[in-house]
């Protein structure tokens, strides 16, 4: 119904979303006034987030007992008969994930197929050319998987693993097809598991996406039951790995009431999934605007203000009488009508945190990085670099700060947490500007306390600089976004120490963009 406008996704030859020129609203604008209070963060709550995460009530705690909050972005693409995430037939996958933390998301839901697990999958449209990609050729689809867990790691990024699709060919009503019987599923999700075991930047999965009628929820019937299905692979995965989260997603219909795919979760107050690890079920709710299908509150003549009612209706409850976390994992809109613009306000006020943290609240991932999207556009716009800031400005509120890198805190074990003793920040200067071009230097000091091993920085600019040369370090450029990572000689920098690294670029005449800097 709802996923069959949203899925009709497009390669790269066929991208043609149409054009936004939205100006931000009232209530947006206002939302953004609050980004500067939440992102306030003590020092303790920004290092929350390391090692393997459990819940509590209606919260989600890193393995130290801080809380943390998920706020995060859609990548997909594993999920299509590319068998890789999108857009790396434009760019480096490295400059996407250290533009995705740039922007402020600190978590990537990451959809696939059990496609993905046959033998000879091999990922499609990736471009190897002036050194983009370059360490993907000749992976498998899982061996690329593996390469960005590890980098969005080492970028401060968790990842949660979303089982999307049974195969390539499209979304599933059921958990099962006649050719991916629920034992496949069931041994696909354990390997999975086991793949990443001891490896926390993978904090779960999402056992099914978006199920719906005739799955039902609390109805007893094994081969619709979909509460009894997500207990069964709950368990299996944590039979291999009990240190996951298990999402799990809503129905479409619970007692002739009916909602978006995957989001409606009235039935698990009364009948809720029970697992066999304690503290590891989170819920996931999907909820979104008009321009992937028309529901009836939105043409209420309350609306918006019956928006918080019906969230509290479907899934909002969970939260807030304490049953359990909720993860809204996906919500989108092109934003070109007035009432999705209403609506997204809406909703970012409704997961907006109180807390002066904001630990305690609903947990998000957007949909989607991606800009094709035939439904609901992305964060990015066509050329998979320029992003479209009126979209991302309408999150600002409710953002929060990234996670250690991986390696850098606790290691999965119980007495992880803290600050990660190796950082790092940089300084950029533009040394000389000639109009027709400019030399720059970047300098990196290492403000831990103990000595970095590597360091890498990454920068934006506004306009269309290209670098021409360089000293001291390697590169890579996707669009106007740089990375630049150490040489053999200037890696290691002791506590307090620093180094720096020098290039040429063209045009001159910009202004210096501004640069963040990670080290392990």
């Known amino acids: 119904m709802f996923r069959s406008l949203r899925r009709a996704l497009r390669t790269a030859a066929t991208v043609l979303l149409l054009p936004m020129a939205l100006g931000l609203t009232a209530t947006t604008t206002a939302s953004a006034a609050h980004a500067a209070e939440d992102t306030t963060a003590t020092p303790a709550a920004a290092a929350a987030g390391a090692g393997y995460w459990h819940t509590r009530g209606r919260r989600i705690l890193d393995a130290a007992g801080e809380p943390v909050r998920i706020a995060g972005i859609n990548w997909f693409g594993f999920e299509t008969t590319n068998l890789v995430v ?161 999402f799990v997603e809503g129905v479409q219909t619970v007692n002739g009431v009916s909602g978006w795919w995957g989001g409606n979760l009235m039935g698990a107050g009364q009948y809720p999934v029970r697992l066999d690890v304690a503290n590891r079920l989170v819920y996931s709710a999907h909820d979104y605007a008009t321009s992937v299908a028309q529901q009836s509150w939105f043409s209420d003549p309350s609306f918006p203000a019956n928006m918080p009612g019906v969230w509290d209706k479907y899934w909002g409850y969970l939260f807030k009488q304490d049953i359990a976390p909720v993860w809204v994992g996906e919500f989108g809109t092109t934003l070109q009508s007035t009432t999705d613009q209403k609506w997204l306000a809406a909703l970012v006020d409704y997961l907006r945190p109180t807390a002066t943290y904001g630990g305690d609240s609903f947990q998000w991932t957007f949909w989607s990085w991606n800009p094709n999207s035939g439904d609901t556009g992305g964060i990015l716009k066509d050329d998979w670099t320029s992003v479209d800031t009126v979209k991302d400005g309408y999150l600002a509120s409710v953002k929060a700060p990234g996670f250690p890198p991986a390696g850098s805190g606790d290691d999965g074990g119980d007495d992880g947490g803290g600050t990660p003793a190796t950082s790092c920040a940089a300084t950029y200067t533009v040394t000389d500007d000639w109009g027709g071009g400019f030399n720059a230097q970047v300098t990196v000091k290492n403000t831990g306390t103990t000595a970095l091993k590597s360091w890498r920085i990454t920068w934006t600019w506004p306009g269309s600089q290209k670098i021409t040369n360089i000293w001291n370090a390697t590169y890579t450029q996707s669009g106007a976004t740089v990375t630049a990572t150490n040489a053999a000689h200037n890696g290691t920098v002791a506590a307090g120490g620093s180094t720096s690294f020098g290039f040429g670029g063209a045009p001159g005449g910009g202004t210096a963009p501004s640069v963040s800097c990670s080290g392990t």
């Open 86 to 246: 999108h857009g790396l037939w434009s760019r480096d996958y490295r400059s996407m994930i250290d533009q995705m933390r740039s922007l402020g998301y600190n978590t990537l839901r990451i959809p696939y197929s059990d496609d993905i697990f046959k033998s000879g999958a091999t990922p499609l449209s990736i471009d190897f050319s002036e050194g983009k990609n370059t360490d993907l050729q000749g992976l498998s689809s899982l061996q690329v998987l593996d390469r960005i867990v590890a980098y969005a790691g080492q970028d401060g990024l968790k990842v949660i693993l979303d089982r999307h699709r049974p195969d390539s060919a499209g979304q599933s009503a059921l958990w099962y097809t006649s050719s991916v019987p629920e034992s496949t599923w069931i041994a696909d999700l354990k390997a999975m598991a086991a793949r990443y075991k001891g490896q926390d930047t993978v904090i779960g999965i999402d056992l099914h996406n978006e199920p719906h009628d005739p799955a039902c929820w609390g109805c007893g019937d094994q081969a619709t039951d979909w509460r009894l299905a997500a207990e069964r692979a709950g368990d299996a995965v944590l039979s291999v790995n009990p240190d996951l989260l298990i």
